[in-house]
């Protein structure tokens, strides 16, 4: 089992932030190691998403969103081959034309992995992840635009 978190304060609106967070098909388009995203089915403010990512090899997965708009998302597992828990989610606090956000995840594998590796697998991926959803974030914003 690994966790982690990491939090980084975006020059953008929370409404921003929250639309690049929430626009999962859009996350090849600035999270390299995405290379698909789609929901799957969605109601509301429940989403299926299946992610489809490669770190060593290509991993395909399943996630129930749950989101509070402008406030929070929180995931959990539905299917996917390699992981035996995938959990986390995301905070907003709107900081007045900016956003502080903290991202957090809880993942376990079916298989046996190497807890250093697991937590480098997770950790090291958090930095880079994050600040692409910033860039992705104050770009828009700059632009005036939504995700």
Known sequence: MATASISETINAPVETVFGVITNYESYPEF?????????????????????????????????????????KIRW????GSIFKKNSGG??????GGKTR?????????????????TKRLVGANLPSMIKSFK?????????????
């Open 76 to 79: 959990k597992l539905d299917s």
């Open 135 to 147: 860039k992705r974030a104050e770009a828009l914003n700059s632009q005036g635009g939504k995700s």
């Open 90 to 95: 995301w905070d907003l606090v709107d900081e």
């Open 31 to 71: 999270l390299s190691e995405t290379k698909d995203a789609r929901v799957i089915e969605g109601s509301g403010d429940t989403k299926l998403v299946e992610f489809e990512i490669d770190l060593v090899r290509k991993i395909s997965y399943r996630l129930k969103m749950s989101e509070t708009p402008n406030s």
């Open 101 to 117: 956000v903290k991202y957090f995840v809880d993942i376990e594998f079916k298989f046996l992995v190497p807890s250093l590796i």
